[in-house]
């Protein structure tokens, strides 16, 4: 029997930021003072792999992990990447497995041990609601994230950037420890692709688990008419997204979507008729540019529960992002020079991204080029069929070589940033390669400044997420 979790809605959701950026320690203190804190599952096996060679310096992912239901798995995790004291200075971080439509037992193993780590740490010591965010893009890696995510008793799973009708079922299916045969996306393929996830190869669910509620992010009503129609993928609510938002947006609809200044152009077709998406009868929250007092009174207005808000909780000082970059950004608002530019071509999931622009980082155009490309993190890359049946992966900001001998076709893939690496340097866990050269961040934010002025006037040394809370509620 399943029971669904009781909770009252929360008014306030911190988005999910990856990579790393809303970590377990930003979403505990979040569910600690009444709104709903996300963790982001992006990446998050090379997160913890990398946290693990830095030493786990306060033992909180060796204490997470006694709890994880299987502990050959998690001795086997630590075998491989726990280096007591930490790694050396300059010396690289050992690469994980990537993640394939057929990935090995230890590959899927680790990113549910992963996911159950950064829930279970965010769920630790209040009863709050926690959440996870997941990318629909990263398909490959979903089913064991959810599973991760239900054994450390995850309230809310949340996924956009793709069209997520699987999910529902995906979460009803592992909340009864059934295997899962999701159907993959791949490219150029004359015959289907499924990933098999088999939760009995991991772990037993206790008998009577909770239904973690799901949130589709969604940037269109169609979307929403879409998935509530239907049983199998009906979600329990939607976060509506709107293009002032940080990290990806949807891609404009207008034909003529790119502006004079290089940045993608929205128009007033690119926002949701909210009243559309109410017609569905399910609770949503409203994301991009709400993060005001007036935001969340006018999403209430809107007939909105509340309001999903990211940038400001970025900058909160228990974010994942380094306390460098964190200075930067504030120095510039300060100085009222804070530049977000919409990129349409930066991502290599060929959505628009937003994009700081930062000294010292990726937005620099000559940084961007002096890096050499290489793809080793992988989470971007798709799978696609070769003329003998058998598969690939190819991302459009690998080499370029590797990329066209792979048959790529994007012509955005001159200038298509590494996010994973770049992401990872955000939160501190940046690669070194062997000549030296250290990965160089490259910061999103929301396009909409105006709670983030007006929050670094009334915390000029800057703020904690429980002022971010204060401040929406005031
Ligand atoms: C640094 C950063 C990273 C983000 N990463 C993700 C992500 O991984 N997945 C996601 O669904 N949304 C992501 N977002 C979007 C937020 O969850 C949220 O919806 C958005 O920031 C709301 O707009 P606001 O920044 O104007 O408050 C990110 C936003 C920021 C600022």
């Given at each position: 029997m399943l029971t669904e979790s009781p909770h009252i809605e929360p008014d306030i959701i911190q988005g999910g930021m990856g990579i790393a950026v809303s970590s377990w320690k930003l979403a505990r203190e979040v569910a600690t003072h009444g709104a709903l804190g996300v963790v982001s599952g992006t990446a998050i096996d090379s997160v913890i792999a990398r946290r693990l060679q830095d030493g786990d310096a306060d033992g909180s992912i060796r204490k997470a992990m006694r709890h994880f239901p299987n502990q050959q798995i998690v001795h086997e995790i630590l075998e491989m990447y726990f280096i007591e004291g930490g790694k050396a200075q300059g010396l690289p971080y050992t690469l994980l497995p990537k993640i394939t439509v057929a990935p090995t037992c230890f590959a899927t193993n680790l990113i549910?041990?992963?996911?159950?780590?950064?829930?279970?740490l965010a769920k630790e010591g209040h009863s709050g609601l926690v959440g996870i965010n997941a990318l629909q893009k990263i398909q490959m890696a979903i089913p064991a994230q959810i599973y991760g995510a239900i054994l450390a008793e995850v309230d809310y799973i949340l996924?956009?950037?793709?069209?997520p009708s699987e999910v529902p079922s995906i979460i009803r299916d592992l909340s009864q420890n059934k295997v899962i045969t999701l159907p993959i996306d791949v490219a150029?393929?004359?015959?289907?692709?499924?990933?098999?996830?088999?939760?009995?190869?991991?772990?037993?669910?206790?008998?009577?688990p909770r239904l973690p509620k799901f949130l589709a992010i969604i940037s269109s009503h169609a979307l929403a008419a879409y998935l509530s129609r239907d049983d199998t993928t009906r979600p329990d609510g939607f976060v509506v997204e709107g293009f002032n938002a940080g990290g990806h947006n949807a891609p404009p609809r207008s034909k003529d979507s790119m502006g004079e200044d290089g940045q993608s152009k929205f128009t007033d077709i690119d926002s949701a008729d909210l009243s559309k998406v109410a017609k569905t009868g399910l609770p949503f929250w409203l994301a991009g540019g709400y993060g005001t007092p007036l935001g969340l009174a006018e999403a209430k207005k809107l007939g909105a529960v509340g309001i999903q808000v990211g940038s400001l909780f970025a900058l909160a000082k228990e974010s994942g992002l380094t306390d460098e970059l964190r200075k930067k950004v504030t120095?510039?608002?300060?100085?009222?020079?804070m530049k977000v530019r919409?990129?349409?071509?930066?991502?290599?999931?060929?959505?628009?991204?937003?994009?700081?622009?930062?000294?010292?980082?990726?937005?620099?155009s000559e940084l961007f080029r002096e890096r050499n490309r290489l793809c080793d993190l992988g989470y971007l890359r798709v799978p696609f069929e070769r003329t003998n049946g058998s598969l690939g992966y190819r991302c459009p900001a690998e080499p370029l070589k590797t990329y066209t001998f792979k048959k790529g076709e994007s012509k955005n893939a001159p200038v298509a940033h590494c996010l994973c690496?770049?992401?990872?340097a955000d939160v501190g866990l940046g690669q070194t390669r062997p000549d030296g050269y250290k990965e160089l961040p490259m910061l999103t934010l929301g396009s909409d400044l105006a709670g983030i002025k007006a929050l670094s006037e009334l915390h000029v040394a800057g703020w904690n997420s429980r002022d971010v809370l204060d401040f929406l509620r005031s």
């Open positions: 549910v041990v992963s996911t159950f780590i950064e829930v279970w996924m956009g950037a793709g069209i150029s393929a004359k015959s289907k692709h499924f990933l098999k996830f088999d939760p009995h190869l991991i772990a037993s669910l206790p008998h009577s120095d510039l608002v300060v100085q009222d020079s919409t990129d349409p071509f930066a991502s290599p999931t060929g959505f628009p991204f937003k994009i700081v622009q930062l000294d010292g980082t990726l937005s620099e690496n770049a992401l990872m």
